[in-house]
């Protein structure tokens, strides 16, 4: 019922939710009055990222097929493969 449901919303019809999913026999009702939520955060920086994963996504060359993929660990001095 929910995947026909799902469907017809996707296709532009309206759906009687509330209905779809059977919240008029268990006496449960949506809430309305939620308040807003920020997602923007452009000033805050909201976790730490390790050095070795700012590296890989990154890095300059993808895997090699004859020496592999130069190790993120590296001090960029000594390479190793």
């Not at 920086?45 to 700012?54: C, G, N, T």
Request: hydrophobic letters at 35%; glycine letters at 8%; aromatic letters at 12%.
């Amino acid at each position: 019922m929910k995947h026909v449901a799902r469907n017809l919303f996707g296709h532009g019809h309206e759906v009687k939710w509330h209905a779809v999913n059977h919240l008029l026999k268990s006496g449960l009702v949506p809430l309305h009055d939620l308040p807003t939520y920020p997602w923007d955060y452009p000033d805050k920086l909201l976790w730490y990222e390790p050095r070795v994963s700012i590296e890989l996504r990154n890095r300059e060359h993808v895997s090699h097929e004859l020496p592999g993929t130069k190790q993120l660990a590296g001090d960029g001095i000594n390479w190793c493969w």
